[in-house]
């Protein structure tokens, strides 16, 4: 949105040699929240890394060139080993981000936070007091989360929301937009529902199209509001690439004479970088190819290296997803956007179709007319 607004000219950098690292640290939490992917709960979890696993992990990340890790859980603030993680990234050079449910964030652990190092700590935020006491089970949960926010920003650390956008909470987005720039939050990132964990039984509450394209464009303005303000917070979009393609047909309408730049920017990035770009580390230290997928190993840290088994090329779903183009059947396959979205999410379309891993995704909110558009020829 910078880049259109102020005109910036594109210099495509060199892309990792390693990806990004999600990371479970823990499987338990305080919560028991309607869509979590990773089903935890507040009970300890057996076969969790060790501290000195978790350090041989950073160690062999740092070597293969990882530009960052992300901690989450679970609820990553219930390992009593979480700061000493922390810090260990952060004295290896790694950008480190911390994902929490924010209710154990008080003044004091805030300021561990601070003094830790960690980069940037995600907040998530499910609706207006109500609804997010009820998707987290925990009333009071919405008062604690942004007692978290409150602390983190005092303590000087860089902070945001993360909202999960669902049929039942998407008419309460404004209010949680307004919420970020009355309390002067670093950034929102709003999560499309993905059919996982706990996620995966509430499907049916997944935003419908219309609504997504709603909320993706309420988004866009005030991304555009913010910019045209001079403000330097942040807005990013995940689990649904065709938010690339949308976001190019909206300045289409804005900056028409910035449409090659912008599509240049989108085709770089590159789209759905599940197995690419993106890896996941469970609590008991087996590789996925993201956060989505735990019901598909990729080999154990405990017993390989992650570079090791990372840089394996036998798993056939991982040299699909490395492929280009991806081999996608259905509208995926027919898409004209599909270098900029690259498939988008694979989890969904394999639970809707019973089993493959390249159907269409049914989570894609483009009308047919939209998909074999000339706009995004290359």
């Known amino acids: 949105m910078r880049a259109l607004v102020h005109e910036e000219t594109f210099k495509p950098r060199p892309k990792p040699s390693a990806p990004v690292v999600i990371w479970n640290l823990i499987r338990r939490c305080n919560l028991t929240c309607r869509h979590c992917y990773s089903i935890s709960a507040d009970i300890d979890f057996p076969g969790e890394l060790t501290t000195a696993q978790v350090f041989d992990t950073l160690e062999d990340l740092k070597q293969m060139g990882a530009p960052a890790v992300i901690l989450s859980g679970g609820e990553p603030l219930l390992r009593k080993d979480i700061f000493l993680i922390g810090a260990y990234a952060k004295s ?20 561990a936070i601070s003094d830790t190092g960690f980069d940037y700590v995600g907040v998530s935020i499910d609706g207006t007091e109500a609804t997010h ?96 303000a001079g403000k330097s917070n942040e807005y990013a979009t995940g689990n649904n ?75 056939a779903f991982m040299q699909g997803l490395r492929a280009q183009p991806r081999p996608l059947h259905g509208r995926c396959g027919d898409c004209a956007a599909r270098h900029i979205c690259n498939g988008n999410t694979r989890v969904r379309a394999f639970t809707q179709s019973g089993g493959d891993f390249w159907a269409e995704d049914p989570g894609c909110y483009l009308t047919e007319a939209e998909i074999h558009s000339s706009a995004y020829a290359h």
């Open 92 to 111: 290896l050079g790694l950008y480190v981000g911390l994902s929490s449910n924010g209710t154990l964030m008080n003044r004091d652990t805030a300021a």
């Open 133 to 228: 006491d009820e998707f987290r089970q925990m009333p009071g949960g919405f008062k604690a989360a942004l007692a978290g926010v409150a602390h983190c920003k005092a303590a000087g650390v860089k902070v945001g929301l993360r909202f999960t956008l669902t049929e039942n909470n998407a008419g309460q987005l404004p209010a949680m937009l307004d919420l970020m720039r009355e309390r002067d939050i670093d950034k929102f990132y709003l999560s499309h529902l993905n059919y996982a964990g706990r996620g995966l039984r509430h499907r049916k509450r997944d935003a419908f199209h219309q609504t997504t394209r709603d909320a993706m464009l309420l988004l866009f303005e005030r991304a555009h509001e913010d910019v045209l």
């Open 241 to 315: 690439d065709a938010d690339g393609p949308f976001l190019l047909q909206w300045a289409a309408q804005r900056y028409p004479h910035r449409l090659q730049e912008l599509q240049a920017r989108l085709a770089h990035w590159g789209g759905n970088a599940s197995g690419v770009g993106i890896a996941n580390i469970d609590n008991t230290g087996e590789v996925h190819p993201d956060t989505f997928w735990w019901n598909h190993n990729l080999g154990n840290v405990k017993e390989r290296p992650f570079s090791t088994i990372w840089r394996d090329t036998e798993d």
